[in-house]
């Protein structure tokens, strides 16, 4: 038994989730001499997918789904044996909330940016001198070369404020849930940066390299993967998979010291774990703190997170008097709203709504907003029914709302961020061979963005492991 070596995963997210399948199946496999331990500190497995049922419907309080077109979640859905339990999500026409209107969001667009101009000139979101504005893309010489920028600053020289901030903004910085003038362009979109470097116009870059639409007489397939009773169905899966002695809850990490041979680490109940190798799959701040001897974690004291809150509200439907046909909105940061988006969850997501009801979610806790997250639940919920009204006219009060916070989760990445990252990967290499970093933190906040990374942090162990 002295030659078997013990990886340990510290966090049991979808990230430190998808690490522990991965390394029991290749130990499995390949009847390797390893064996496997998950520690997460909270009382449950799946970190920020969570799903409820209440009343007969489907809530999810964390992300609701996961992109089609990216693969490494649709690859562990389908090892799970959950492909016929995924579906697609309703389509149907989205709007942006500009001033106190919500306008059709414009067609011919890839993240906010035109890649077709009759749909932009006739919208009326942009003011002439904004479309006139927006245009000189077309013109504007190539982007100096440098190393990252905002992504803020990268498209305002493109495009113009009014673009960037009535359009660009509200869908671009609602996916990190960050300020849109201080995330790094390089480490969330790099592809527009490229784009722009070889084609000197983001929009005439975009029409060479984006796929043509293909002509369909039917409606279009959704973007979005969930499952049929929700994405925790996911987490559920993974934990059926994994042994019986492989997850311990209730259980965090306190500190970790690097001994002649290996890490022990010492936990929360008080007990020392040995490990060969160790895959960090816990917050960014967590490490200053498990790695307290060692300064090369310090600049992730620096590292921001924001929080947010989720508010699903349910309501029968004869309640919303101005149901409009979609599934949702954006909120530009220009308009007197507090809420950031909406979701029409019984449009977008028909499964999780009985027949009859309404199924509403919204977001708050928008950068220089984040002292909403800790009012309570009747404020917020009164905050969120005094916007809803604005545009959707509701006659009664919800049967029920679920009020979901996230506090410090939403991890940001700021300029110099890959950077910053690659230098602490660097220096783990030299003092601290054997642990390796993987989540939402570090290369990507979406699901199959997590997944993957906890898929390379096994393989980068078990090759440290052979060495």
Not at 291 to 298: A, G, I, K, R
Request: with cysteine.
């Amino acid at each position: 038994m002295s030659d078997i070596k013990t990886i340990v995963i510290v966090g049991g997210g979808i990230t430190g989730l998808s690490a522990a399948y991965y390394l029991q199946k290749e130990i499995k496999e390949k009847n390797l001499p390893y064996k496997l331990k998950l520690v997460e500190a909270s009382d449950r497995l799946g970190g920020k997918i969570k799903t409820t049922q209440k009343n007969g419907f489907t809530i999810e309080r964390g992300p609701d789904s996961f992109l089609s077109r990216k693969q490494p979640a649709v690859k562990l859905a389908g090892e799970l044996g959950l492909t016929d339990e995924l579906v697609r999500n309703g389509t149907g026409q989205s709007y942006i909330l500009v001033g106190k209107k919500l306008h059709k969001m414009p067609s011919g667009a890839f993240m906010g940016i035109p890649t077709q101009v009759k749909p932009f000139l006739f919208s009326g979101m942009f003011s002439v001198q904004g479309k006139l504005r927006a245009g000189m893309d077309l013109v504007l010489p190539t982007g100096k070369k440098i190393s990252d920028q905002s992504l803020g600053g990268f498209f305002r020289h493109r495009f113009g404020d009014e673009l960037v901030e009535n359009l660009i903004e509200p869908l671009l910085s609602g996916i990190y849930a960050g300020d849109i003038d201080k995330m790094s362009l390089m480490a969330t979109f790099p592809n527009f940066y490229e784009t722009q470097q070889k084609h000197r116009s983001l929009i005439k870059g975009l029409q060479k390299t984006m796929p043509k639409p293909k002509k369909s007489t039917g409606k279009k397939p959704g973007m979005f993967f969930s499952f049929k009773n929700g994405l925790e169905t996911f987490v559920k899966a993974i934990e059926q998979k994994l042994d019986q002695d492989v997850v311990s809850l209730n259980t965090a990490v306190d500190h970790i010291e690097k001994k002649e041979h290996g890490y022990h680490l010492l936990l929360s109940n008080g007990e020392a774990v040995k490990a060969d190798a160790v895959i960090m799959a816990s917050p960014h701040y967590t490490l200053p703190k498990v790695f307290s001897q060692y300064d090369l974690f310090n600049d992730f004291n620096q590292m921001p997170s924001t929080s947010v809150a989720n508010v699903a509200l349910a309501f029968d439907q004869s309640a919303i008097k101005k149901d409009i046909d979609g599934t949702g909105f954006v909120v530009s940061r220009n308009s007197d709203y507090r809420i950031t988006a909406c979701t029409w969850t019984h449009k977008k997501w028909p499964m999780t709504t009985p027949e009859g009801k309404a199924l509403v979610r919204c977001y708050v806790g928008k950068p220089g907003d984040q002292e909403v997250v800790d009012l309570s639940d009747e404020e917020i919920t009164e905050i969120v029914l005094k916007d809803l009204n604005k545009t959707m006219n509701i006659t009664a009060k919800p049967e029920f709302s679920v009020i979901s916070r996230w506090k410090n989760a939403m991890p940001q990445y700021t300029v110099g961020h890959k950077e910053r990252v690659a230098k602490v990967r660097n220096e783990m290499h030299h003092l601290l061979p054997g642990v390796f970093l993987a989540g939402s933190s570090f290369e990507g906040i979406g699901v199959p963005d997590c997944i993957d990374q906890g898929e390379n942090a096994v393989a980068e162990a078990l090759a440290f492991l052979k060495e």
